[in-house]
């Protein structure tokens, strides 16, 4: 079941991680991490970088046999991954880095996963309505004087007592100072109880929510 516990201790460790590729490596972003959990097994960690590689070259593929296939009008990020690696290993599919399968019909009852975006959180409303239909990534690489801002958000969605999904999400937005320091700024903690959730329409959470919903266990 959820914790907010369990929750904020893997937004810290994600935020470690994030500053150790920073620091020590100059990466400058942090490729998705995302942890499953069957019913009755240990958590597995899935090899995000390799299945986005996958999912790359399948477009790349389609591309050149089907210009007009769905996949060529996705846009190549988080969410179009996310749901590969779900789907995928709804369907029985081999991902990297799950070594153990559970047995066939185990559900899925955990996912954790944290990753990289845009925030508009620091502005006034009427500062972010400016923005609302505008392309965030592009306005933060391209405007010097954006006010967007970096972001770091984890979830965990998770199988409660009653077969429904409760979840919980961790948003700290941040910035690199002149000296190329992470500043955080304060996180932000959403859960299940505030659904629909406080900033509207979440892409990830609706990606997510089915795979550990089981209404039959009510």
């Given amino acids: 079941m959820y914790s907010h516990e369990q929750l904020i201790e893997f937004h ?6 994030k500053e150790h590729i920073w620091y020590e490596h100059q990466e400058p972003d942090l490729y998705p991490i995302l942890v499953i959990r069957w019913r009755d097994m240990q ?31 996705v846009e190549m990020g988080a969410p179009l991954v996310l749901w590969a690696c779900l789907n995928s290993l709804k369907d029985g599919v081999h991902l990297p880095g799950i070594d153990n399968y559970p047995p ?30 505008g392309d965030l990534k592009e306005d933060y690489e391209t405007n ?32 690199k100072d002149d000296g190329g320091r992470l500043i955080w ?25 089915p795979h550990v919903t089981r209404e039959k266990l009510a």
């Fill in 43 to 73: 958590p597995q960690s899935v090899n995000v970088p390799e299945v986005g590689s996958l999912v790359e070259r399948s477009r790349e593929l389609a591309q050149k046999i089907k210009p007009d296939s769905w996949i060529n009008q």
């Fill in 104 to 133: 066939e019909g185990t559900p899925m009852e955990s996912i954790w996963l944290a990753c990289e975006g845009y925030s508009l959180e620091e502005l006034s409303d009427e500062e972010a309505a400016q923005y609302a239909h």
């Fill in 185 to 209: 700024h304060e996180a932000r903690v959403d859960t299940s109880e505030d659904d629909p959730p406080s900033d509207g329409f979440d892409r990830l959470l609706d990606i997510m929510l």
């Fill in 12 to 17: 810290n460790e994600a935020r470690r991680i």
């Fill in 144 to 175: 010097p004087a954006s006010k967007v801002l970096e972001r770091l958000t984890t979830y965990q969605v998770e199988t409660s007592s009653t077969g429904l999904a409760e979840w919980g999400r961790v948003t700290s937005a941040f910035h």
